[in-house]
């Protein structure tokens, strides 16, 4: 079983709708979570950290439950330009372990 | 810009062979780690470099090696090569964040 679990999509959204992705992580040893973007033929890059408090960053929300080891973004208002690969990321906290990434959640932003 | 720079872009080769491909991490940035990406797939975790020593490894097997140099880049050295081995190859630098570099497509035939 992967650590980190993605529905891949892909998810076909009109512009303007919210839209919202969930990840598993089975790896209690995760302590940090992370959402990274990644453009077609692109790397990855750093969206928001997730916190359990829930952290909001413009139009995305990102919220951690570690009771039911489950991870969420949300983005509202969708635009054309958010359409992109969205990847869930757990790191250890131990720098030698690396980051352990889901397969991403494919997003296709309809005008 | 990430400030992450890796080469060459695109390399093809074939089964059995090797191949070297290159990073050069962003100022200031001692630790560089590698990373798989197959079509489809997350990028998984090759290993890390720190200091010029290998400090941690994911689950890849030992035809899969690098070096660190004292400037902090760094090589990723694939011998054998399969065709699994096809995917873009990430090398990430970081300090408190990691930053990716845009990749190494390689091709096995």
């Known amino acids: 079983r992967k650590e980190v679990e993605q529905d891949p999509g892909p998810f076909n959204v009109p512009e303007g709708a919210t839209v919202a992705f969930n990840c598993t992580y089975s790896?209690?040893?995760?302590?940090?979570f992370f959402w990274y973007r990644q453009d077609c033929r692109k790397e990855p890059k750093l969206l928001m950290s997730?916190?359990?408090s829930g952290n909001e960053d413009g139009r995305f929300t990102a919220q951690l439950n570690r009771a039911s080891q489950y991870i969420s973004l949300l983005i509202r208002d969708s635009k054309l330009s958010d359409s992109a690969t969205y990847l869930c990321?757990?790191?250890?906290?131990?720098?030698?372990?690396?980051?352990?990434f889901g397969k991403g959640t494919h997003l296709i932003i309809q005008p | 810009e990430t400030g992450v720079t890796q080469s060459p872009t695109h390399l093809i080769k074939t089964r059995g062979q090797q191949v070297t491909l290159r990073c050069s991490s962003q100022?200031?940035?001692?630790?560089v780690s590698w990373y798989q990406q197959a079509l489809g797939q997350g990028p998984q975790f090759i290993f890390q470099?720190?200091?010029?020593?290998?400090?941690g490894r994911g689950n890849f097997p030992p035809r899969f090696s690098g070096l660190q140099f004292p400037n902090y880049s760094s090589e990723l050295n694939v011998n054998a090569l399969e065709l699994d081995d096809s995917a873009l190859y990430l090398c990430?630098?970081?300090?408190?964040?990691?930053?990716f570099g845009p990749g190494t497509r390689l091709t096995v035939l």
């Open positions: 990430a630098s970081s300090g408190t964040e990691q930053f």
């Open positions: 990321v757990g790191y250890s906290g131990r720098g030698a372990d690396g980051l352990t």
């Open positions: 470099y720190y200091r010029e020593e290998e400090n």
């Open positions: 790896n209690s040893a995760s302590q940090s």
């Open positions: 100022s200031g940035h001692n630790t």
């Open positions: 997730v916190y359990s």
